[in-house]
């Protein structure tokens, strides 16, 4: 049959095979490992007909499976009829070059049909950008593998290029130039919302974070009663979303949704996407959004943060979210959860069970970020006054010859600002400083211009 056909990575439509190659080590089981890579497959549009799986220490070089387990392998896409073999594992080039060369038929790996997916789910200008800049990155080292026109072209006069050129260099040149235009593109989107960020930086913010089909857009719409997408498709949300929502006593605070993370995620992709995710990053909380009624809740867990942490977010300021509690079985499970992280609260966002003790929770958490403090500054410093009209309670003002003092209560997070602008900051211990138990608790007016639907 000789090489497949790669002229494009569409996976949508055929029938294929699931397999994996599972570290000894790894703390999935031979039924579940495949449980992922099944639902990364059937988003993309793969039927699956097939599933294969070997525990090994680590992947064969050549091939990824041994040799036994590739002579099975081939039986199975036979007996199947399998059109493509989606692999749990990245592969490299060449073990995909050999694995297509044995089994003569187009071999997928992990990233690449999470690329694929990607690609599918992308919208907006800046997130199509982002795929294709992953895309190109990925396949910069497949090229080999991908495409049958590399044969030597010869040099010559006004050609321009060098004697003996192969094709493959040519197109890595290319994409490099693509790349670097990509780039630029990107940089320019991101700049201009660091400057959307900033103006969101003046109030109170929350980010949903979590494993891509936790519930995140649900719980969502459920808060902000708002009209976002709801699917119950992996990657289903690429681009941050921010609505307004009002939270009891307290306020409005701006809620955004983000793209959601799986396990062993493209290192391209979270290089592309980590200006997508900037939102998450300067959020007052995050709140860590976990679909309590899957079996690899606990390793779903410590993905995200492995994910956060590879992109530079803290997650000191984290508050765990056990969704869809209404499909526990057992609802002991959920005891054993929350006995591993003391700090969660367990929900269903599409019943609307624990809701009231998700908000009373998140009011707690962002009045313990406020602080009570006495602000003294000059009486003829007008941007920090209006700063403090603005951003703060004030409590008590008084001038004491050409300056006044401001007893105020505001988010911790802006002391820094405050102690660059000439003033002196006596802060007061509160036992009960929680912004809820603060009726007359009255963040600044949220504007329209810093919401939108994509961020």
């Not at 990925?138 to 321009?160: A, P, S, V």
């Not at 606990?298 to 509690?325: A, F, M, W």
Request: proline share 3%.
């Amino acid at each position: 049959m000789g090489n497949p056909k790669r002229e494009e990575l569409k996976v949508e439509a055929k029938r294929g095979v699931i397999a994996c190659v599972l570290p000894t080590d790894s703390s999935l089981t031979l039924e579940n490992a495949l449980d992922e890579i099944r639902g990364i497959s059937e988003t993309a549009g793969v039927e699956v007909v097939g599933e294969l799986v070997q525990r090994r220490a680590k992947p064969q070089p050549a091939t990824c499976l041994g040799s036994g387990k590739v002579e099975e392998l081939k039986q199975l896409v036979k007996a199947t009829d399998a059109e493509i073999v989606v692999f749990d594992n990245n592969l490299t080039p060449a073990q995909g070059r050999n694995l297509e060369e044995e089994l003569e038929t187009i071999i997928v790996d992990r990233s690449e049909v999470i690329l694929d997916i990607f690609a599918t789910h992308a919208r907006t200008y800046e997130s199509k950008l982002q795929v294709e800049l992953a895309q190109l990155l990925y396949f910069r080292t497949r090229l080999k593998r991908l495409w049958t026109h590399l044969e030597r072209i010869q040099g010559g006069i006004g050609t321009g290029r060098g004697p003996g050129e192969k094709q493959i260099e040519t197109d890595r040149r290319l994409i490099d130039i693509r790349v670097a235009e990509l780039r630029k593109k990107l940089s320019t989107i991101e700049k201009r919302r660091e400057r959307t960020v900033n103006l969101r930086r003046n109030h109170t913010t929350v980010s949903l974070v979590g494993y891509t089909n936790a519930g995140k857009s649900t719980l969502m719409r459920r808060l902000t009663e708002s009209d976002v997408l709801v699917a119950d498709q992996l990657f289903a949300t690429l681009e941050t979303r921010t609505r307004k929502w009002h939270l009891p006593g307290w306020g409005d605070v701006l809620l955004s949704d983000t793209v959601g993370f799986v396990r062993d995620l493209p290192h391209h992709l979270v290089a592309s996407f980590r200006s997508t995710l900037e939102e998450a990053r300067h959020a007052d909380l995050l709140l860590h959004v976990v679909d309590a009624s899957h079996p690899e809740a606990r390793q779903q867990v410590e993905t995200v943060y492995e994910v956060l942490g590879d992109i530079g977010i803290e997650t000191s300021n984290v508050l765990l979210v056990l969704n869809k509690i209404d499909r526990v079985e057992d609802r002991t499970w959920i005891d054993v959860l929350r006995a591993k992280h003391e700090d969660c609260v367990s929900i269903s966002a599409a019943s609307g069970e624990g809701i009231d003790r998700l908000v009373e929770a998140v009011l707690t958490r962002l009045g313990d970020s406020i602080v009570e403090a006495e602000v003294e500054i000059s009486a003829g410093n007008g941007k920090i006054i209006s700063w403090l009209n603005d951003h703060a309670e004030i409590s008590n003002t008084e001038y004491v010859d050409s300056r006044v003092k401001y007893r105020c209560r505001f988010p911790s997070k802006f002391l820094s600002h405050l102690e660059q602008h000439d003033s002196e900051i006596t802060i007061f211990n509160s036992e009960n400083n929680t912004g809820h138990n603060h009726p007359d608790h009255i963040p600044p007016e949220i504007p329209e211009s810093v919401i939108s639907s994509n961020g």
